[in-house]
C-alpha cells in the first residue's frame, strides 16, 4: 500500500497533482480542506468554529484533526491501494500522532514537497480567488496563510526529513513537469519496497 503526504504551501498545487495522482495509482483522496468544507456547510457549531479558524487562515486544532483522519483510515476499504493525505499533517504534533496512527494499521507513508517560490504561490492563490470566490483566497489573508505555514507547518519537512521518507519537488514548472517528478520518485519507492 502506498500512502503519500503531498505537502507544500498554500497554492503549491496539492490539489492538482493529487487529482493526477489518484487517476495513475488508484489511490484514495483525502483533501482535508474538502473535509472541513463539507463539516462547515453542515452548520453544525463544529463547522462554525471550524469555518472561524480557516475564514482568518488559522489552522484547525489538532484534536480536531485527528479525529477526522483516524475516522478515515479506519474505514478505508480492503482492498485500498493507498493514500494522498492531501492537507494533513500541518504541525509537527499531528505528523508524529499520523505516524502512529499509521503504525496502528501496520501503515506507513512518504513525504512529496512541492517547493513553490513564494510570488508564485500569490499569484496562484490570487488567480484562484478570481475563480472559486474562495474567501481564504485575497492578498491579506494569502500572505496570512503562508506565514502560518512557514512559522507552524513548514518544519514537518524535517520531521519526515529525519525519518528517511522526504521527497523534494520543484513545483515552479507546469502542471506535467511536476507530475513527472512526482511520478518518477512514487515509481522509485514502489520498486525498493
Do not use: W
Not at 23 to 28: D, I, P, R, V, W
Not at 95 to 118: H, P
Not at 161 to 181: I, K, P, S, T, W
Amino acid at each position: 500500500m502506498t500512502n503519500i503526504i503531498l505537502f507544500g504551501a498554500p497554492g503549491s498545487g496539492k490539489g492538482t497533482q493529487s487529482q493526477l495522482i489518484v487517476e495513475k495509482y488508484g489511490l484514495q483522496h483525502l483533501s482535508t480542506g474538502e473535509v472541513l468544507r463539507a463539516e462547515i456547510a453542515t452548520g453544525s457549531e463544529l463547522g462554525k468554529k471550524i469555518d472561524s479558524l480557516i475564514s482568518e487562515g488559522n489552522l484547525v486544532p489538532d484534536d480536531m484533526m485527528y479525529g477526522v483522519i483516524e475516522n478515515y483510515i479506519a474505514g478505508l476499504p480492503k482492498h485500498c491501494k493507498g493514500t494522498i493525505f492531501d492537507g494533513y499533517p500541518r504541525t509537527v504534533a499531528q505528523a508524529v500522532a499520523l505516524t502512529s496512527l499509521l503504525k496502528k494499521y501496520k501503515l506507513d507513508a512518504l513525504m512529496i514537497d512541492l517547493m513553490v517560490d513564494e510570488q508564485l504561490l500569490i499569484q496562484r492563490l490570487i488567480e484562484r480567488g478570481k475563480v472559486s470566490g474562495r474567501a481564504d483566497d485575497n492578498l491579506n489573508t494569502i500572505r496570512h496563510r503562508i506565514a502560518v505555514y512557514h512559522d507552524q507547518t513548514e518544519p514537518i519537512a524535517h520531521y519526515y526529513l529525519r525519518h528517511g521518507n522526504y521527497f523534494a519537488v520543484n513545483g515552479n514548472h507546469g502542471v506535467e513537469d511536476v507530475f513527472l517528478q512526482i511520478k518518477r520518485i512514487i515509481d522509485r519507492e514502489a520498486k525498493n519496497k
